[in-house]
Structure formats: C-alpha cells, structure tokens
C-alpha cells in the first residue's frame, strides 16, 4: 500500500509564507511526477504547480513568482514553498503523485489534505 502524508498548513496573514511538506511511504518501486493541488469552498480542485522525476517544474499563473515546488528524490517528498500568501490562496491543499509499486501498478495517489488560510 502507499501513503502520501502531508503536513505544514496552517492560518498565516496576507503576505506571509507556509511551506507545505508530502512525504510518500509503503511499496513503492518508482515515483514520477509529483503535484499539489488545492480546493477552495465551493470550487473544484485545480492544479498549483507539478514537478517530474528529474525536477522540471510547472507552475499556474496564479501563483508563478510566489510559490516554488521542489522535491527530494531520497526522502520521497514533494515541497511547496508559499511567499507573499494572498487570500485567495485560502483552501484545502492536496498532494498527488504518479506511483510504480512493487508489484507494477501504476496509480496516482491522493494525500489526505493540509487546510491553508491566508486572513488578517
């Protein structure tokens, strides 16, 4: 089985920084590309920036030059860096990644959700 766990959400003022941390565990023989996604109230989950194996990077415009992904290949981690927080950036924060495991399957695998406010 394989888990993605995320953690360093939180509540942070207009302007601040978060960085959030996914760290994948269990059978895994392989991870490809790595992403984070996030869900506002009321909206759809749309993509925030996505990083391949070999560390090329994708970020949407609404958060190009404030946030920055990057990911450690030995720890099996994908990071978000959070500058210059805007309100609209407030949602739920997902982790996603493309896993080989041990036994061939291939899957995208869902961490469980870290909350993220940005409110004065």
């Known amino acids: 089985q394989v888990q993605l766990v995320e953690s360093g959400g939180g509540l942070v003022q207009p302007g601040g920084s978060l960085r959030l941390s996914c760290v994948a565990s269990?059978?895994?023989?392989?991870?490809?590309?790595m992403g984070w996604y996030r869900q506002a109230p009321g909206k759809q989950r749309e993509l925030v920036a996505t990083?391949?194996?070999?560390?090329?990077?994708n970020h949407v415009d609404s958060v190009k030059g404030r946030f920055t992904i990057s990911r450690d290949n030995a720890k099996s981690a994908v990071y978000l860096q959070m500058n210059s927080l805007k309100p609209e950036d407030t949602a739920v924060y997902y982790c996603?990644?493309?896993?080989?495991?041990?036994?061939?399957?291939?899957?995208?695998?869902w961490g469980q959700g870290t909350q993220v406010t940005v409110s004065s």
């Open positions: 990083i391949t194996s070999g560390g090329s990077t």
């Open positions: 269990g059978n895994i023989f392989r991870i490809n590309a």
């Open positions: 996603n990644a493309d896993i080989r495991n041990i036994y061939g399957y291939t899957g995208q695998y």
